[in-house]
C-alpha cells in the first residue's frame, strides 16, 4: 500500500475501519513521522473547526463585564461583585479531579448544561438578589471547569499548526460576550433579563456543540492503554474523515509525547513545571488583568462622562475595540508567532497606563473636557491592544505544563487570575478616594514595562511546535530568541 494512501476516507472512523490495515501501514508510517517532525509540518491535518466548545466562554465574558463595572449594581452589597470570581476559583479547583477522570465531552456539556440553568434562573426571577447570586456562582464554576478542561483539551486534539488559532478561541469568545454585555447595558434597561435570554441561547448552543462537536483526546485513550480509540479519535478529526498513513503517524507522534512526559514521576514534573508556572503566573495570571479590570471600566466611565456627558457609544467602540484586537490575533497567532507580537501589545498597553494615571492624579483635570477626552481615548486603545495580547496567554497556558501536573497548574494560574480581580475590586470599592485610580494605573503600568523586560528574555516562541518542544522550551530559564 502506497504512503499516502487513503482508508476508507469518507465513511465514519469505526473499529473495522481501524482494524484492517494497521500492520500495512505501520512500518511506512513510522517513517513519515520522522520525516514530518524533521520537516517542522503536523503529522496530520486536523479540523481546528470541530473544538467548537468554545462557546461557553462568551458566556464568561457576559458576566465577566457584569463584575467588572459595566452592571447597575450601585446599591447591592460587594458580595455581588465577588460571587462569580469565587465560583470560577471554585470551578478551577473542581476540573482537577474531573479532568483526571471524566471525559471532556461531558465535562464540556456539563457546563453548558450549568451555563443553561444561569440563563434560566436569570429570566425566570430578575429583581431576586438570592436567586442572581446563585445563578452567577453556577456560571462561575461552570466557567472555572470549562477554561482548564478547554485549554487541555485543545492544547491536545489539535494539529501544532493549528494550536494557536484553537486555544486562543477562549480569549475571544470571552471578548465577544464582553461585548454583547457593554451593548446591552448601554441600549436596554432590563438588564438582567436580557442577560438571562442570552445565557440561555448559549447555554443550549454550547451544549449541542459539546454533544456533537466535541472529540475526545487520543491522550485521554493512549493513557488508559487503549490505542484501538486513540486512533479512533484521530481518524474523526482527519479531513477527510478517515484512517489514512497520517494518521498513524499523528498516532506516534501523542506516543512519544507520553513516553517523554513518564519518564518523570510526579514530583520530578512539579519541578519542571515551577518555571512555566512562575512565567504564567506573571503572563497571564496579573498581566490579564491589567487589561480588563474594574478601574479601566471607571476610567472610560469617568472620561466619557465628564467630556462627552451621557453619549454611550464610547462605551461599544470600547469593548467592540477589543474583539477586533483578538480577531487580528487569532488570524497571526499560527503564522506571525507568539512572542514578539504579545510583547509589542503589552509595552504599548504598560505606556498607555501611565498618562491615565497621571490625569488621575490632579483633581482639576477632571474639570477639563479635552483631558478627559483623552482618559477615554486611551482607554478605547488598550482595549485594542489588550484584545491583541489576550489570546497569546491562552495558548502558551495549554501548551507549557508537563501533562502529568497540567490540570494542577493550569487551575492555579487561572484560579489566581481571578483572585487579582477580587482583590482588586474589594480595594476599589473600599474607598472612593481617585488617588486610588491614579495609583493604580502608574503601578499597573510601571510593573507592564519592567516584567516586558522580564519577559523578552524568558518566554519562548512556540509557533508550530510539538507539544513536548513547546514544554521543553519553557522549563527553559531564559530563551532569549526572538522566534
Known amino acids: 500500500m502506497p504512503a499516502n494512501a487513503t482508508i476508507n476516507s469518507n465513511a465514519p472512523a469505526t473499529t473495522d475501519t481501524i482494524a484492517t490495515p494497521i500492520t500495512s501501514v505501520t512500518s511506512v508510517t513510522t517513517a513519515n513521522t520522522a520525516t514530518a517532525a524533521d520537516a517542522g509540518t503536523p503529522a496530520t491535518i486536523m479540523n481546528a473547526n470541530k473544538h467548537k ?23 447591592v452589597s460587594i458580595h455581588f461583585y465577588l460571587n462569580w470570581f469565587i465560583g470560577v476559583v471554585i470551578g478551577c479547583l473542581l476540573s482537577i479531579p474531573l479532568v483526571m477522570l471524566i471525559t471532556k465531552k461531558h465535562i464540556m456539556a456539563s457546563c453548558s448544561f450549568f451555563v443553561l440553568i444561569d440563563g434560566i434562573i436569570f429570566v425566570c426571577a430578575p429583581a431576586s438578589d438570592y436567586a442572581l447570586i446563585a445563578a452567577r456562582y453556577l456560571n462561575g464554576i461552570a466557567v472555572g471547569v470549562a477554561t482548564v478542561t478547554f485549554l487541555i483539551h485543545g492544547s491536545e486534539v489539535t494539529a501544532k499548526s493549528y494550536r494557536g488559532y484553537c486555544l486562543a478561541m477562549e480569549q475571544y469568545s470571552i471578548s465577544f460576550g464582553i461585548l454583547i454585555h457593554v451593548i446591552d447595558t448601554s441600549l436596554w434597561a432590563e438588564v438582567f433579563y436580557m442577560h438571562g435570554l442570552i445565557d440561555l441561547l448559549l447555554g443550549c448552543l454550547a451544549l449541542a456543540s459539546a454533544l456533537i462537536f466535541t472529540i475526545e483526546s487520543p491522550i485521554y485513550y493512549l493513557r488508559r492503554g487503549n490505542e ?25 507522534e501523542h506516543k512519544s509525547y507520553i513516553r517523554e512526559n513518564n519518564k518523570h514521576d510526579m514530583i520530578e514534573s512539579f519541578k519542571l513545571g515551577l518555571a512555566p508556572l512562575v512565567k504564567l503566573m506573571l503572563y497571564r495570571s496579573l498581566m490579564l488583568t491589567f487589561g480588563f479590570s474594574l478601574p479601566l471600566t471607571a476610567a472610560v466611565q469617568v472620561g466619557t462622562l465628564l467630556s462627552l456627558g451621557l453619549e454611550t457609544w464610547p462605551y461599544i467602540v470600547y469593548a467592540a475595540l477589543r474583539v477586533l484586537g ?60 489588550a484584545g491583541m495580547y489576550a489570546p497569546h496567554t491562552s495558548v502558551y497556558m495549554g501548551e507549557a505544563f508537563p501533562f502529568k501536573v497540567k490540570p494542577y497548574l493550569l487551575s492555579l494560574c487561572v484560579a489566581v487570575e481571578h483572585i487579582v480581580h477580587i482583590i482588586t475590586i474589594c480595594v476599589l470599592l473600599s474607598t472612593s478616594s481617585r488617588n486610588h485610580l491614579s495609583q493604580y494605573f502608574l503601578a499597573t503600568g510601571l510593573i507592564i514595562i519592567f516584567t516586558f523586560l522580564l519577559f523578552c528574555a524568558v518566554i519562548p ?13 519553557f522549563q527553559k530559564l531564559l530563551y532569549l530568541k526572538l522566534y
Open 53 to 75: 466548545s468554545f462557546i461557553i466562554f462568551v458566556s464568561a465574558g457576559l458576566n465577566m463585564a457584569q463584575n467588572l463595572g459595566w452592571n447597575q449594581f450601585a446599591l
Open 228 to 252: 484501538m480509540m486513540a486512533l479512533d479519535c484521530l481518524a474523526r478529526l482527519e479531513r477527510p474523515k478517515g484512517v489514512k498513513s497520517t494518521t498513524y503517524a499523528s498516532l506516534e
Open 326 to 385: 483578538s480577531l487580528i490575533t487569532i488570524f497571526t497567532v499560527d503564522t506571525l508567532g507568539r512572542k514578539i507580537i504579545s510583547l509589542l501589545n503589552l509595552i504599548i498597553i504598560g505606556a498607555l497606563l501611565i498618562p491615565i494615571g497621571i490625569f488621575f492624579s490632579n483633581p482639576y483635570n477632571f474639570l477639563d473636557k479635552q483631558k478627559m477626552a483623552i482618559v477615554c481615548t486611551l482607554s478605547l486603545l488598550i482595549q485594542l491592544f
Open 461 to 473: 516562541e512556540t509557533r508550530k511546535t510539538s507539544l513536548s518542544e513547546a514544554q521543553n522550551r
